[in-house]
């Protein structure tokens, strides 16, 4: 799977530093997928000391994960400086006392930290800007024997209204496309995780015109970040066009948007020795993958 070689990086910090001051407001979905998220970790037996949520964005997860940690250290992470300003803003005087909540500039697929270093890694939306299979090996590596993986992303019908009304219009890239859970759970395990466990859900966001669709996207920064997206402006013709090949979802009044959301956790072998000092791989448990009753 390449579907995520042709992004720019670059372009994807840009736009999510230009996103950092409107991000809250349109980010309705996402928090309540970080709250269904956060839900799962009721169910998970874990004590940790190092926590990290990678991709951290504003922040969101972070106060209900000291709160649910209290002797753990929270590290908010994220590839945009802008985000990190907006997270220590909403953490406050909270943020400041001590070293229980840390924040960090850093990149989900070349992590800053140590061997065996972390407990926890939770991550919200953030593993479909990148390529998964770096992530899993560099959460693999830092994540100590016994730590837990446990993510949210977004799978392949995810925007599909958008994806097909542009491919109405054109034969250009306009929407990123996002790994079926199924190979998701593989690269896990290829990466050395033991009992990978996904699920998904599919979520519509509803609007009455899809520039108010569009405006949210561009206030959450999902912008078009691949390489071979088209760079010059939309003419008139082309985006009239590619508003009424939209209208043929239109039911009750509202244009749909549909994400495709992914689960997943995995653990890291208890006992198991650092993925770089594994010679041959290591064995590891059937993965369990699930759909949601309701997909």
């Known amino acids: 799977m390449n579907l ?17 001051d409107t991000y809250d407001v349109a980010a309705v979905l996402q928090r309540e997928i970080a709250d269904r998220l956060l839900e799962r970790l009721d169910f998970i ?18 106060p209900s994960l000291s709160r649910r940690y209290r002797q753990a250290t929270i590290i908010g992470m994220d590839l945009a400086a802008g985000m990190l300003r907006q997270a220590r803003r909403r953490g406050g005087w909270l943020s400041r006392l ?34 998964p299979e770096a992530v899993f090996a560099e959460c693999r590596r830092v994540l100590r024997p016994g730590g837990l993986l446990i993510f949210s992303t977004f799978g ?20 990123h496309g996002f790994i079926d859970m199924h190979d998701l759970g593989d690269q896990l395990l290829q990466a050395g995780f033991a009992e990978p466990v ?15 669709l569009l405006l949210d996207l561009k206030q959450l920064g999902a912008h078009n970040a691949m390489a071979a997206r088209h760079r010059g402006l939309t003419g008139k013709r082309r985006f009239s066009a590619f ?4 209208e043929q979802w239109r039911r009750d009044g ?32 059937v993965s ?5 009753p309701n997909s």
């Not at 995520?4 to 950092?20: G, Y």
């Not at 874990?46 to 972070?62: M, Q």
């Not at 599909?160 to 306009?174: N, T």
Request: hydrophobic share 40%; with cysteine.
């Open 4 to 20: 995520f070689n042709d992004l720019d990086r670059r372009e994807i910090r840009a736009a999510f530093e230009r996103a950092s």
């Open 45 to 62: 037996r874990l004590v940790p000391a190092r926590v990290l949520d990678a991709g951290c964005g504003t922040g969101y997860s972070l």
């Open 98 to 131: 001590g070293s229980r909540r840390q924040y960090l500039a850093g990149d989900f697929g070349q992590l800053p930290f140590a061997d065996a270093s972390v407990d926890l890694v939770f991550s919200s939306l953030a593993l479909q800007w990148c390529r």
């Open 156 to 175: 392949p019908d995810t925007l599909k209204e958008l994806r097909q009304a542009w491919s109405a219009v054109d034969g250009g890239a306009h929407v």
């Open 198 to 212: 996904l699920d998904v859900e599919r979520l519509t966001l509803t609007y009455e015109t899809v520039r108010a």
């Open 243 to 246: 508003t009424a090949a939209y």
């Open 254 to 285: 509202r244009l749909p948007a549909t994400y495709e959301v992914v689960y997943g956790q995995a653990w890291v072998p208890a006992g198991s020795p650092n993925r770089n000092q594994v010679d041959g791989g290591v064995g590891i448990p």
């Open 288 to 292: 369990s993958i699930r759909r949601h």
